[in-house]
C-alpha cells in the first residue's frame, strides 16, 4: 500500500538527507567552491611554467602552490604518468571539471578531501573546508568536513528511525503529520525553519502520549507521561521522561515559561535533525511497546 508520502511525491528521508548520493545543486555547489578557492588563481595564465615548480618544490608564491597541487593530483589521485600532465592549464582545467562532473558521488568526496589534504596553503583549505561545510548543510548532505576529512553526521540508524516513525498506521496519523512536518520544515533548501521543525517533532512525541493516555485524560505531554507511569501503560526509562520533559519545555509556552533555545539564532540543521531523530525513536519504541502489551492482554 503507498503512503502518504508516496502519494504525495515527497522523497524518501534517504533521499532528501543526501547519504547515498549527490543532487547537481550540490555538485555544482562544491565545483563552484574549487573554483573560487583553487582553480581562479590560475586565470588568464595559459601555460603552466613547471620550470618555477622545480625551483621552488615546496612553494613560496600562490602560483608554485598550484603547480605543487596539480603534481599531487596527477601522481597520487589520477595515479598517472607525470608527463601526462598538460601544460597548457585549460586543457589541465577541462580534465579536472569533466573528472568532477562524471565521476560517481561518493568519489567527488574522495577528490574534494584530497584536495585539502595535499594543497600546502592550510589557511586556505581551512576557508575551503569552511564553505564547503555551508554548501554541504544548505543542500542537506549526509556529510561534513570534520578535520580536513569527510565524515558522515547522519546514519543509516537515524534515517531508519525516521523513515519507521513516518510509516501511517491511521490511529497514529497525527503523530505522522508533525513527523512530516518537521521533515519538511528541516528539508526546505529555500528557507529551512530549524526552531519550528523542531517544535513539531516534539509535538508528535506529545501526540502520541496523549493519544496512549486517552486525550480525556491529557491535554500536555507532561500529564500524558504522568498517566502513563501511574497506570504501568508502558514502560518508560525515567531518564528518558527528563529529557522528553526538558525538551517539550524547551518547545512551549507553557506556565509562562519560554525556553531561550527557542530564542537563539544560532540553532541549525544539526539541532532540528537530532530533534527528529531521537523524538522518533522514541515513537517507535512507544510503538512496539504499546503493541507488546496489546499482544500480552
Known amino acids: 500500500m503507498e503512503s502518504f508520502s508516496q502519494r504525495q511525491g515527497i522523497k524518501p528521508v534517504i533521499n532528501i ?46 602560483l608554485d602552490h598550484m603547480i605543487y597541487f596539480l603534481h599531487q593530483v ?53 576557508i575551503f573546508t569552511e564553505r564547503c561545510n555551508y554548501i554541504l548543510q544548505r543542500e542537506l548532505s549526509a556529510y561534513r568536513f570534520v578535520n580536513y576529512r569527510i565524515a558522515r553526521i547522519t ?34 533548501k529555500e528557507n529551512p525553519d530549524y526552531r519550528n521543525s523542531i517544535k513539531e517533532s516534539i509535538s508528535a512525541v506529545e501526540s502520541i502520549c496523549i493519544f496512549i493516555a486517552g486525550r480525556e ?20 526509562n525515567p531518564r528518558l521522561k527528563d529529557a ?14 519560554r525556553h531561550a533555545l527557542l530564542e537563539e539564532s544560532s540553532l541549525d540543521f544539526e539541532d532540528a535533525k537530532f530533534m527528529l531523530v531521537s523524538c522518533s525513536a522514541f515513537i517507535n519504541s512507544l510503538k512496539v511497546k504499546l503493541s507488546k502489551v496489546k499482544a500480552d492482554s
Not at 30 to 58: A, E, V
Not at 183 to 188: G, P, T
Not at 220 to 234: M, R
Request: contains cysteine; glycine residues 4%.
Open 74 to 126: 596527477w601522481l597520487h589521485y589520477f595515479k598517472l604518468p607525470i608527463d601526462d600532465l598538460p601544460e597548457y592549464w585549460p586543457s589541465v582545467y577541462t580534465i579536472l571539471r569533466n573528472h568532477f562532473f562524471n565521476c560517481k558521488w561518493n568519489e567527488v568526496y574522495d577528490f574534494i578531501e584530497f584536495v585539502v589534504r595535499v594543497y600546502p596553503d592550510n589557511k586556505k583549505s581551512e
Open 17 to 62: 538527507l543526501q547519504s547515498d548520493g549527490m543532487d547537481e545543486p550540490l555538485r555544482n555547489g562544491l565545483w563552484s567552491n574549487l573554483c573560487i578557492y583553487y582553480w581562479d588563481s590560475l586565470k588568464g595564465i595559459k601555460t603552466i611554467d613547471f620550470i618555477s615548480f622545480k625551483k621552488h618544490p615546496y612553494g613560496i608564491i600562490p
Open 217 to 236: 485524560r491529557a491535554s500536555s505531554l507532561g500529564k500524558a507521561i504522568q498517566y502513563i507511569e501511574k497506570k504501568s501503560i508502558v514502560e518508560i
Open 155 to 188: 546514519s543509516e540508524i537515524e534515517i531508519n528511525e525516521i523513515e519507521e516513525s513516518l510509516k501511517i498506521v491511521e490511529k497514529f496519523k497525527p503523530v505522522s503529520e508533525h513527523l512530516e512536518r518537521a521533515l519538511s520544515l528541516l528539508s526546505d
Open 244 to 257: 522528553l520533559e526538558k525538551m517539550y519545555a524547551y518547545t512551549n509556552d507553557a506556565g509562562g515559561i
